[in-house]
């Protein structure tokens, strides 16, 4: 009798930890592609900075090009520049 109540026992307790593994394999595979996810995005944020940080200096370059091409300007750049 107490042999078959630890069998059972036993039993119930390798189910529990199975369905407890699986969940867990679950949850682990949900966060893996959450964090996919989130790499993914981060990389185009990245991208997109980038892409503002060379628009912003292109700009700015061609509007030194611009004010250089008016002599009062230019005199003004070069000596706020030294």
Do not use: H
Not at 11 to 28: A, I, M, T, W
Not at 52 to 76: C, G, R, Y
């Amino acid at each position: 009798m107490a042999y078959q109540t630890q069998k059972d026992i036993n039993r119930v307790l390798q189910r529990d930890l199975e369905q407890e593994r699986n969940q867990s394999k679950k949850r682990e595979a949900e966060l893996r592609e959450e964090i996919n996810e989130l790499k993914e995005d981060n990389e185009r944020q990245q991208n997109l900075i980038g892409q503002v940080a060379l628009d912003s200096a292109s700009s700015f370059t061609s509007m030194l090009f611009s004010f250089t091409s008016v002599p009062e300007w230019s005199s003004l750049l070069l000596a706020c520049m030294c």
